[in-house]
Nanobody
Framework: QVQLVESGGGLVQAGGSLRLSCIASGRTFSNYAMGWFRQAPGKEREFVAA????????SYADSVKGRFTISRDNAKNTVYLQMNSLKPEDTAVYYCAARTGVSSSTYTLAGLYPYWGQGTQVTVSS
């Protein structure tokens, strides 16, 4: 079992930046591949970014590629999502997720993650 707590959300103007953090506890963090997902009102949860447990491989949704960066610090049990050039359509609740993984693998399907945080709200005003 692993517990996940997100932070760093808030209100920002279009073009601005935010950095989300997700701190994990309960198990060896370096054994887990991590992902970020988001859910806007009235929409399904969608993949944003993922990182392998070693940190050597990342994946991004096309909608955020070039603007968002996922990273991890295994010594701090933390995964980050740096979000730049934010757009109003990025407004959503952002969730981090964890699953055990193979070193070079990233996972983009929400159903593959058994562990989820409670989410943090990101609102981008135009």
């Amino acid at each position: 079992q692993v517990q996940l707590v997100e932070s760093g959300g808030g209100l920002v103007q279009a073009g601005g930046s935010l950095r989300l953090s997700c701190i994990a506890s309960g198990r060896t963090f370096s054994n887990y591949a991590m992902g970020w997902f988001r859910q806007a009102p009235g929409k399904e949860r969608e993949f944003v970014a993922a990182i392998s447990f070693s940190g050597g491989r990342t994946s991004y949704a096309d909608s955020v590629k070039g603007r968002f960066t996922i990273s991890r610090d295994n010594a701090k049990n933390t995964v980050y999502l740096q979000m730049n050039s934010l757009k109003p359509e990025d407004t959503a609740v952002y969730y981090c997720a964890a699953r055990t993984g193979v070193s070079s693998s990233t996972y983009t399907l929400a159903g593959l993650y058994p562990y989820w945080g409670q989410g943090t709200q990101v609102t981008v005003s135009s």
